[in-house]
């Protein structure tokens, strides 16, 4: 989930690109194409869908409008209606989609996305360059969304061209050899020209449709999303004709739905996955859905004045945790440490050789704090949000107790996160120092992106890296043109970002859904942060 910064112009222009923070594989070299799946022959109809399902989900009360969609809002209702140019496929790899191939010029100047032919939107109409034109530039213009991403995506893009009818240019400002390869539908995704156009955005947000394999019957936000099978879909059809989506918050609610048979597939936390199997229940088990990381809080233009400040106290806090009792206890083996937040180990930029998950060692734990003048421990504050589960209140008190352990006062603090919000952006405020928020965000990456968000000292979130040479990597990394090199300087930013500890990387955690006997075979896809519509398309009927 990107969060708000802002940034001298000049380094906007140059790295703003980074910042789609989405699951992503980067260009293998300075002119990257691919090829997507052929257009499958008619369906036969004895294949076409029938039947209906409910799905018991969280998918929140934003709009479904791109420009200022919320990650989870978007996973979990967009994707069925709307495609995007590109895609992950179940192991988390980048896929084409709309763009049936794409280039890099080689001086990085020029991005072209050859668009799929024989693509038509619900009401008919040829998906052409033209809609992905309009769409493109739609989503970054100045000033109309929240976008994050969309907003520093136009601050790097000079221009977008139409070259034929199905072929599209994007002209940069600076040289990028990372852009726009990247499946956060929310960016590239494609929108019906002529229908926004004569309609309006407004209308659109009320009666949307997409080229996507689900048609929206009805929408009520933050209530229920309905949704019928496009039999004029370009892929695979799905199985089933009808799927609704409920928002149901309530994990007991949620149960209660699967076992009297209101519900077909339902979201659950781990302390629910045994007894859902005592009773007959199948487990859909999705790894890598959500990091939680620390974001630490202290004033950076003072760091001496603060225990955390000094990066041997963060280090120290890392090793004062016990993740094995922690993932074992809390989330009964369905999660994982991670290394460096916004690195996963499928990237090119990760090397299992030179990042080592931090041991349990509370003994240097008590050192490193000594070393740094903190023999007696400190204090800091662990924001407990309201609202997010038990399961991210219990991650937060273990924490604190850990901590304890070794003397650090580590305070527990219920709190809204609209509260946080307000203390931690744009710019900090005083009365967050010093103190860590345990945040959970989308899976990891597989694009370098994901690191300038969390630890370039202008665009990160929080902002409490002042490392000349970390930021000078971060900028730079995705203007190389030479794959070997970028490896290289990538991978040295991701150690100095880990080894100054200004972020607590702490665990990836599975998805974990219920289903019912009316669902058969389910695919998983790795690193899906909510019930993930794609999944939709993959279920079939049970016997």
């Not at 002119?31 to 869908?49: D, E, H, N």
């Not at 100045?142 to 520093?152: D, E, F, L, R």
């Amino acid at each position: 989930m990107c969060s708000r910064f802002s940034g001298l112009l000049s380094v906007v222009l140059l790295v703003g690109i980074l910042l789609s923070a989405s699951c992503t594989t980067a260009p293998s070299s300075p002119a990257t194409s691919a090829t997507a799946p052929a257009k499958p022959t008619a369906v036969p109809t004895a294949t076409k869908p029938f039947g209906s399902l409910i799905v018991a989900t969280r998918f929140g009360t934003g709009v479904i409008d791109p420009r200022a969609e919320s990650g989870v809002t978007w996973t979990a209702l967009t994707a069925a209606f709307l495609e995007s140019l590109f895609d992950l496929d179940s192991k988390g790899q980048l896929v084409p989609r709309l763009a049936e191939r794409w280039e890099i010029s080689k001086d990085g100047l020029t991005h072209t996305y050859y668009i799929r032919k024989g693509v038509k939107f619900h009401d008919g109409s040829d998906l052409t360059g033209a809609d992905v034109k309009f769409s493109i530039e739609w989503m970054i213009e100045p000033g109309k969304g929240i976008n994050t991403s969309a907003v520093v995506w136009g601050k790097a893009v000079a221009g977008v061209d139409l070259i034929d009818a199905y072929t599209v240019a994007i002209r940069m400002k600076t040289p990028q050899f990372e852009f726009m390869q990247s499946p956060e539908r929310s960016i590239t995704a494609v929108l019906p020209k002529k229908y926004v156009e004569e309609k309006g955005i407004e209308y659109w947000n009320k009666n949307p449709i997409g080229s996507g394999p689900w048609k929206v019957v009805k929408y009520e936000l933050g209530v229920r999303l309905e949704l019928e099978a496009n039999e004029n879909y370009w892929r695979e059809l799905p199985k089933f004709k009808n799927v609704t989506l409920l928002d149901v918050p309530e994990e007991s609610t949620r149960i209660a739905m699967l076992k009297t048979g209101e519900a077909d597939l339902i979201l659950v936390s781990p302390d629910s996955v045994a007894a859902l199997k005592s009773a007959g229940f199948r487990m859909v088990n999705s790894p890598g859905a959500i990091q939680y990381t620390g974001y630490i809080f202290y004033d950076i233009t003072r760091p001496q004045d603060y225990a955390i400040g000094d990066a041997r106290v963060r280090k120290a806090l890392a090793l004062a945790l016990n993740r094995k009792e922690i993932i074992d206890n809390i989330y009964k083996g369905y999660a994982a440490p991670i290394i460096v937040y916004g690195a996963n180990p499928g990237a090119y930029f990760f090397d299992a050789n030179l990042m080592k998950v931090d041991p349990y060692d509370p003994e240097q734990a008590k050192k490193l704090m000594a070393e740094a003048g903190y023999p007696n421990g400190f204090t800091i504050k662990i924001w407990d949000i309201l609202g997010q589960g038990a399961v991210l209140s219990m991650l937060d008190n273990a924490i604190g107790g850990y901590w304890r352990k070794v003397g650090v006062n580590a305070e527990v603090v219920p709190i809204d996160y609209g509260t946080v919000s307000t203390m931690k952006s744009p710019t900090q405020k005083p009365e967050i120092w010093p103190s860590i928020y345990i945040f959970p965000a989308t899976g990891g990456s597989l694009e370098f992106s994901r690191m300038v968000l969390t630890y370039h000292s202008k665009l990160g979130s929080p902002r409490n890296t002042t490392d000349p040479k970390l930021d000078g990597l971060l900028e730079k990394v995705p203007t190389v043109a030479d794959p070997a090199e970028r490896k290289r300087l990538a991978i040295e930013a991701v150690l100095l970002a880990k080894n100054g500890y200004s972020s607590l990387p702490l665990l990836e955690v599975d998805l974990l859904e219920g289903i019912s006997s009316k669902i058969g075979e389910v695919t998983n896809y790795y690193m899906s942060n909510s019930f993930d519509v794609r999944t939709l398309e993959t279920i079939t009927h049970g016997k």
